[in-house]
């Protein structure tokens, strides 16, 4: 079992920069696969980027601007966003994925955080 507990949500302008970290418990955490993921009201949770030991991969819609990273002394992953838009707008959610990697696929993520919320203002 993988417990993941995601900060560093808030308010931001256009333009401006946050960074999203995710901690999650258990020992075997370099062995995941991590996610981001997020959802706006009235929409469906959609991929953002995911890191294993395969690389990174990052959703078209914000790559150049958002990085994931993820420090496994620490069990923690990141998502370092930057030139915030408004439609960047939603609830960011962290997840692990035991066995499938590199999956852009909500289905394929076995553990979830409680998420963290982002506003862009413009």
């Known amino acids: 079992q993988v417990q993941l507990v995601e900060s560093g949500g808030g308010l931001v302008q256009a333009g401006g920069s946050l960074r999203l970290s995710c901690a999650a418990s258990?020992?075997?955490?370099?062995?995941?696969?991590m996610g981001w993921f997020r959802q706006a009201p009235g929409k469906e949770r959609e991929f953002v980027a995911t890191i294993s030991w395969l690389g990174e991969i990052t959703a078209d819609s914000v790559k150049g601007r958002f990085t994931i990273s993820r420090d496994n002394a620490k069990n923690t992953v990141y998502l370092q966003m930057n030139s915030l838009k408004p439609e960047d707008t939603a609830v960011y959610y962290c997840a692990a994925d035991k066995s499938t990697y590199n999956s852009r696929k909500t289905k394929d993520y076995d553990y979830w955080g409680q998420g963290t919320q982002v506003t862009v203002s413009s």
């Open positions: 258990g020992r075997t955490f370099s062995s995941y696969a």
